[in-house]
């Protein structure tokens, strides 16, 4: 399958299913625990409609960059504007970074980092990128030691069924 070029684009409403195509998938991948959809819903409303937000409501914010049309969505990345357990401080944090299967021989994944690395410059906050995947996880750690300076890992014990991802299989 052909890949669009590797530009992100900010997601706009348009994008929502083929943003649930990828949510799909990359909890089919990666997924630790049982996917919630009305939290996701609550989420991309938020992201995709900013202008309904109160300016009262403190609660989750973000972005979502896109590749390839709406229908048809070949990558994307989400971050989200949270704070460490430590701080007050503000840090934006990816939440998703994930390229359709069929879209894995392009440089969309490093492009995404590099969209991350955009909004972190922009707004001046800084990033969290991690890796919480058992699949093809020492390419993504190449990837994003390539783009970014390292720091520390991630571990997981799943206790109730004794897998790394908690799956059975």
């Known amino acids: 399958m052909s890949n669009s070029p590797s530009i992100v684009r900010k997601a706009t409403p348009a994008d929502r299913d083929g943003i649930w195509e990828l949510f799909n998938l990359v909890h089919e991948e990666n997924a630790i625990l049982t996917q919630s959809k009305p939290k996701l819903n609550w989420l991309l409303d938020r992201i995709l409609h900013p202008e309904r937000i109160l300016e009262s409501d403190n609660g989750t914010r973000g972005f979502i960059g896109v590749i390839g049309p709406p229908k048809k969505l070949e990558g994307m990345i989400l971050l989200c504007l949270g704070s460490l357990w430590y701080s007050d401080d503000i840090i934006l944090e990816e939440y ?3 390229v359709h299967p069929d879209h894995r021989n392009s440089n969309h994944a490093k492009t995404l980092v590099a969209y991350a690395k ?3 410059l922009e707004t001046g906050i ?17 990837l994003y030691r390539r783009q970014l300076p ?11 069924t004794g897998r790394p991802n908690g799956k059975d299989t």
């Open 96 to 98: 998703v970074n994930f």
């Open 150 to 160: 390292e720091a520390g890992a991630f571990f997981l014990w799943n206790a109730t």
């Open 118 to 120: 955009h909004i972190a």
């Open 126 to 142: 800084p990033l969290l990128i991690g890796i919480v995947s058992n699949n093809r996880t020492a390419a993504k750690v190449r």
